[in-house]
């Protein structure tokens, strides 16, 4: 059994008085640990049986295969296959393979902005894909709208501004299984999330640790829930009250592992001004970033993939 609380957000998704339970029951969370789990959400389990089938058959693919939708292929718009190896967190590659995908869009001149790369041997992918992010963006702005009321804003406060044209951004991860005996062989290294909010599906294999203030412990899969835990973006706009926390993933079960994480952040041509903090003042903290959300998220994903930001962006 998992340490993080989990939340049911289905009165945020409908008109009902439950709203301000379920909004303090998330202030809570992301006060303490800035991680808990969502159920309730509403996303039905045939799509995530349809995604996760897909998935698992491109990564069974031949690597030149995979390859045929690299991410250099998707140029400006960061999308695309990456092998194991070739993501960096925090500095070191990752023990993982995966998939980038975004809002699919016509190419234009913005960057991560433009269609997605899908493998033409697996055409289901492309479906399930799409349908999850359209599903999961609905999941987003419902979160967002308990952590307004949690704020003492109104619920539509971010999305009638920060996340009225939200970037979103999604992951499919392939983690082989790690050496039992390399300490030092992390899937993903320890880190934080850039934006507002990310919402994971996982696995039944786990290896997701989440740093609290007693120590690592484990976020294990819940069946029928997302893990959800807020991002840098978030903890500035609050000045740290709620906290973007540190994470990592291993994986030792044995099995091969996937893990799929959405990303849901503020517009791309977004400000990010603090958040009011109550009506009449605001909080005291000071975010050190000022300008859209699109320069913000640049700077850092820059950092993930130097080699091909430089020659591509």
């Not at 070739?86 to 500095?91: A, H, I, M, N, V």
């Not at 992010?133 to 952590?147: E, N, P």
């Not at 939200?166 to 934080?192: K, M, N, Q, S």
Request: with cysteine; charged share 20%.
């Amino acid at each position: 059994m998992s340490e993080l609380p989990v939340i049911d957000v289905s009165p945020l998704l409908t008109d009902t008085s439950a709203k301000r339970a379920v909004a303090e029951a998330i202030g809570a969370a992301c006060r303490d640990s800035g991680f808990f789990y969502v159920s309730g959400h509403g996303v039905p389990p045939a799509l995530v049986e349809r995604l996760d089938s897909a998935s698992r058959r491109f990564f069974a693919l031949p690597e030149q295969v995979k390859g045929e939708i690299s991410m250099e292929r998707g140029g400006r718009a960061w999308r695309g296959f990456f092998p194991v190896g070739d993501e960096l967190t925090s500095g070191r590659p990752d023990l993982k393979e995966g998939v980038y995908f975004g809002a699919e869009e016509p190419p234009g001149p913005l960057p991560l902005h433009g269609p997605n790369l899908f493998p033409a041997e697996v055409p289901e992918l492309r479906g399930a894909v799409l349908e999850y992010l359209d599903r999961m963006t609905g999941v987003g702005q419902a979160v967002m709208s308990g952590i307004a009321l949690s704020l003492g804003l109104d619920e539509d406060y971010f999305r009638a501004g920060y996340t009225a044209d939200p970037t979103i951004l999604f992951r499919i991860f392939h983690y082989p299984p790690g050496p039992a005996d390399d300490p030092d062989a992390w899937g993903v290294g320890e880190h934080t999330d850039y934006g507002l909010l990310t919402l994971l599906l996982q696995d039944a294999n786990g290896g997701l640790q989440v740093r609290t203030s007693g120590g690592w412990i484990e976020a294990p899969p819940v069946e029928g829930t997302f893990v959800c835990n807020i991002g840098d973006m978030l903890d500035k706009l609050t000045g740290g009250r709620y906290r973007s926390t540190p994470h990592r993933v291993r994986n030792r079960s044995g099995n091969e592992r996937l893990s799929f994480p959405f990303f849901f952040d503020p517009g791309w041509s977004s400000e990010v001004p603090p958040l009011p903090y109550a009506p009449g003042r605001r909080w005291d903290g000071q975010v050190d970033f000022t300008g859209t959300y699109g320069d913000y998220l640049l700077a850092k994903v820059s950092k993930v993939f130097p080699g091909l930001f430089r020659n591509q962006l």
